[in-house]
Every structure is written in C-alpha cells, then in structure tokens.
C-alpha cells in the first residue's frame, strides 16, 4: 500500500467507528491500534525516507479563510484609502513645501544651505518604527491621531520659533508626526486589498503621497514669496488639523488584529461617526462577525519590532537597496534649489513651479507601474493554476511573489541610473530649462515607480505587521537620506553636478546584484522563515497543552478547598 492511501486509509478509520454500535467500536479501537502499531514498525525503509521528506518539505501557508477579505464596498474601500492616502499628504508636503524656503531660511537664520539641509530627513525614519508598530496591535485610528496631534504641535512650534537650534528640534518633532502616516496608509491598503490587486489601487493609495511633491513646492513657494516662510507652517497646522476632524469623523478602523474583514466590531472608543450611522442603518440586517478573520499575532507589542525585521536576509537587502535609491534620488533633488538659483537666478516662487514635473512623473509611475504590478501577478498566478477570485485572498503556495515584483521593479531602476544621469548633465552645462525639466520628470517617473514596487514587496512578505515592515522600510530610508542631504552641496561643490549625479548612478548599478539576489533566493529564504514560525508555533502550542494537562492534574490532586462559613 503507497504512502498516500495508508494515510486516507487511518483518516478514514473515525468516519467508520461513528457509524458502528458501542459494542462494536469498542471492539475495533483495540484492533485498529495493533494493527497501527504493528504498521509502524513494519513500514519499509523507502517508506521513512518518502516520511522524511514530506517533513522536510516547505510547509505550506495556511489556508485562507472563505470569506471576504474585506466586507467594504468597492466605493468604501477607495473612500477609506483615498482618505488614508491625504492623511500621509502631510508627510512629502512638508517636506516640498520646505524646499523653496531653504534659501531664505539660511539668510534669516545665518547658516549655510548644507547646514539647512540637515533638517529635511533627520528623525524622520525613527517615529514609523514606534507607530507602525502601535497600530499592528492596537488599530490603525488612534495611530492617526497621534501623529496628528504631534504634527500640529510642531508645526505651530515652528511658525513662532527664530533660531536654527529651535528650528531642528521642532523639525525632527514634525517629521516624527508626518512620517507615521506613510507606514500607516501602507497598512490600510493591506488591511482591505488583496495581494493580487493592490497594483490597481497604488494609483488611490499614493494620490496624496504624490501629489505632495508636485503641489507642496507651489504652496511653499507662493507662501515663501508673499507671505513669508512662516506662513508655509501655518498653512500645514490648519490643514492637519481639517485631516484630523475628517479622521475623527469619518475613517473606519481596519487594522485586521482589532476588526478582521471589518465584521468585527472595534473598541466602543474607536469608532467613527459614520461607521456608527451605517451600523444603525443596517439594524438587524448587520454583517455576522465573523472573528475566524482576525490576524493573531505572533509577537507582543514591541516598539523595536521594526529592528527585528532586519534580521531577515531578503528584508536586509530590498531594505539596503531601497535606501540607496531613495538617498540618491533625494540628495539630487535637495540640490534643486540651490542649482536653479544659482544657475537661473530663479526666485522663490520660480523653484517651486520647477518641481512639478517630477511630481507629475511621480504621479504617473502610479497608474503604470500598479497597472503592470497586477498583470504580471496574474501571469504568473495564470502559469501555477492559481484562480484569482475579487476580494478574495489567494493562496500563495510557493508563489514566487519576488520574482512577480522584481520582473517589474529591476528594469526601472536600471532606466533611473540613465535618467539621473542624464538630468545631472544638462543641469551641470546649464542648457534650456527644457532639459533639466523633461529629464526631471523621467527621474520621478522611474525612481519613484521602482521604489513603489519595492514597498510593495516589503507589505507583501509581511501580511502580519505591514506597518511595522513599512516602519523598517522608512528607518533605513531616512537613515541613509539624511547622510545623502548632507553630504550633496560639498560634493557638488567638489566635482560638479554633472559627476555628482554619474557617481549615484554608479552606486545604484554596483549594488543591484542585491535586487537579483532577492531575485534567485529570495522564495527559499521567505519558505525557510515560514517553516521556522510554523515549528515555533506548535512547540509553543505543545507548551501551552502540557501546562494546561499539569494544571488540571494538580486540580484532580488537590481540589479547592471550600469554605462554609459566612463571609465577615
């Protein structure tokens, strides 16, 4: 008998004994145990290696559950992502709106620019770590208004401060308010978005993230002109705190640790004003909860969780490389400033305006990228036989989820290095600003699209805690980023923007080889990791069995004792 129908054959076994008589199960259980015992110390060497192997084999996810993988509607689930996507608008605005006041910012504060630039990514990469984290286990709401309350603190801080010393304090407490929101909006997007259609919602879920590079140097430069550079902080304090109301009033929890599909009901101080007049509409004809859909984590909550995830090789290297290209690309851009004034004799106003083309090329890597994300998803799902049902989360099986994302991500990047190259030329010979410009705007386009699908994958391999791994994410990013802003003007200073922007280009292709590492190995090491939690889950789960079994055998030995007596 082959292994497989020894196996059917003992699972069979209980369907038998439940349609038998006591009498006669009684008689058989003695039998079926000998029978068994005497099984398995005949079983035939080829046997235990077949055994053998099939525990050696990558153990498979777990199955999904049945139902929906989110209980909101198609329209509810863009309006809560669309709002998720404004609420991270804080972060790259104010950041843009600050490059057009650098300038005058170093004038009026008597630093250089170099100096001035210390203070566009410091801290910036710390506060995802603790927030992403708090919101994996506590709810995605109460996250967003910490961050809110912190950021209008700092930004009203701001307004009113006038020494450089004040001025990087309070931005460090501004970054640390506005970078939370970007690991937060990743995470809703996990929460109600499959894996097989998050590339068609990128373009909802990044709106405000890149609309805030293209409308953020505007604003600044307008307010920098007219008003003043404290008028930019101003503007940020009023509109953070219309998003807060808005959060308050109308976002849903979706954090899947707290409410699962969005069935379950969240804490009675978590709910929102809308989802409490939806629930009374509903009345009777409520959703069923149905708790089965609730993501258990495996750890407590811990605010260096994000550290913990470095440890892991395919996190270490996209992490790594994402820094890279984020570092590179922001280090060009902070240059933006300096180089148009320099150069063009461009004012305040006039430097904003020149950031719009990448903005628009940020805006547009969006849609592509997300549409391509999906098609070649759904090809390579096509070619294992997996169906992909809407709303439903499919099992990834040895799926080779790296290789559907690098396929997209890794061309991109190699067009960056020609692209950035090519933009630090025509800025470094001072051609028509037509060249710069249009060289801008393939820059954003390629740069910020490889970087978009990089997160992705980061989110993908870490369904559990998508916060916390976008918190990892964020913490290396910023890390390198502000190296790179202060760094950038010495250097150009040095050996020109021309070389400047060649030399990041260079680094970018010599560290590829770890995207086609990610590439070749990266399936291996993320069925290496899941087969490691899957035998420390059942060795706590035995554990928790055997001091369960001690437990109530001390109860059987010594039973509770009680008392008679009344009370005093």
Not at 201 to 210: E, L, P
Not at 538 to 552: I, L
Request: with cysteine; proline share 6%.
């Amino acid at each position: 008998m082959s292994t497989s129908e020894t196996q059917n054959a003992i699972l069979a076994e209980p369907l038998c004994r439940t349609t038998s008589s006591p009498k006669e199960s009684e008689k058989i259980a003695p039998e079926s145990a000998t029978d068994h015992r005497h099984a398995k110390t005949a079983a035939s060497p080829p046997e235990q290696q077949k055994q053998k192997q099939q525990q050696e084999a990558p153990a498979p996810e777990p199955p999904e559950p049945d139902e929906p993988y989110t209980v909101l509607h198609e329209r509810e689930k863009i309006f809560t992502i669309l709002m998720a996507s404004f609420a991270a608008f804080i972060s790259p605005v104010s950041a843009s709106a600050y490059y057009p006041a650098l300038n005058s910012l170093s004038r009026d504060l008597h630093v250089s620019v170099s100096t001035i630039n210390l203070t566009i990514t410091v801290f910036q990469g710390l506060a995802p770590a603790f927030i992403g984290n708090f919101s994996d286990k506590n709810g995605r709401r109460p996250a967003y208004l910490i961050c809110f309350v912190i950021y209008i603190g700092a930004n009203i801080g701001l307004a009113l401060q006038d020494s450089y010393a004040a001025l990087v304090v309070l931005r460090c407490l501004q970054s640390s308010g506005s970078s939370g929101t970007v690991a937060l909006g990743s995470a809703v997007v996990a929460d109600v978005v499959t894996r097989a259609e998050r590339g068609k919602y990128i373009g909802y879920a990044s709106m405000g993230i890149t609309l805030g590079p293209a409308l953020g140097p505007i604003i600044g430069g307008l307010l920098a002109q007219f008003l003043g550079w404290r008028s930019i902080f101003w503007f940020l304090t009023i509109f953070s705190g219309s998003m807060m109301v808005l959060i308050l009033l109308l976002f849903p929890e979706t954090c899947r640790s707290v409410v699962g599909n969005g069935s379950v009901a969240p804490q009675k101080w978590n709910v929102s004003a809308l989802s409490m007049i939806r629930k009374r509409r509903r009345g009777k004809a409520a959703i069923m909860e149905e708790n089965e859909t609730i993501t258990r984590r495996r750890r407590r909550v811990n605010p260096f969780e994000a550290l913990l995830v470095l440890r892991e090789k395919e996190a270490d290297l996209i992490l790594f490389f994402g820094a890279l290209l984020s570092a590179g690309f922001l280090s060009v851009l902070s240059s933006l400033p300096s180089q148009l004034q320099e150069k063009y004799g461009f004012d305040a106003l006039q430097v904003g305006l020149c950031f719009l083309p990448y903005g628009f090329g940020s805006m547009t890597s969006r849609w592509t990228v997300g549409t391509l994300v999906d098609r070649n998803f759904k090809r390579h799902a096509k070619r294992l036989g997996i169906e992909i049902v809407k709303n439903r989360q499919p099992k990834l099986d040895n799926f080779p989820l790296e290789k559907a994302r690098l396929q997209i991500t890794m061309p991109l990047v190699y067009a960056g290095c020609v692209s950035i190259t090519t933009y630090s030329w025509v800025m470094h010979y001072k051609t028509n600003l037509a060249g710069p410009l249009v060289t801008l705007f393939f820059t954003g386009h390629t740069v910020t699209g490889a970087f978009s699908s990089l997160n992705t994958l980061v989110v993908d391999s870490h369904k559990e805690n998508p916060a916390t791994a976008v918190a990892a994410n964020n913490l290396v990013r910023c890390l390198f980023g502000a190296g790179a802003v202060a760094a950038v003007v010495p250097l150009i200073e040095r050996i020109g923007m021309g070389w400047t922007g060649t030399l990041v280009a260079a680094i970018w292709l010599v560290f590829s080889p770890c995207l086609w590492a990610v590439f070749m190995w990266g399936q291996g090491w993320r069925e290496k990791k899941r087969r490691e939690e899957t035998k420390e889950d059942a060795e706590q789960g035995t554990k928790g069995k055997t001091a369960d079994r001690e437990a109530a055998n001390s109860e059987k030995v010594n039973p509770p004792v009680v008392s008679n007596q009344n009370p005093v």
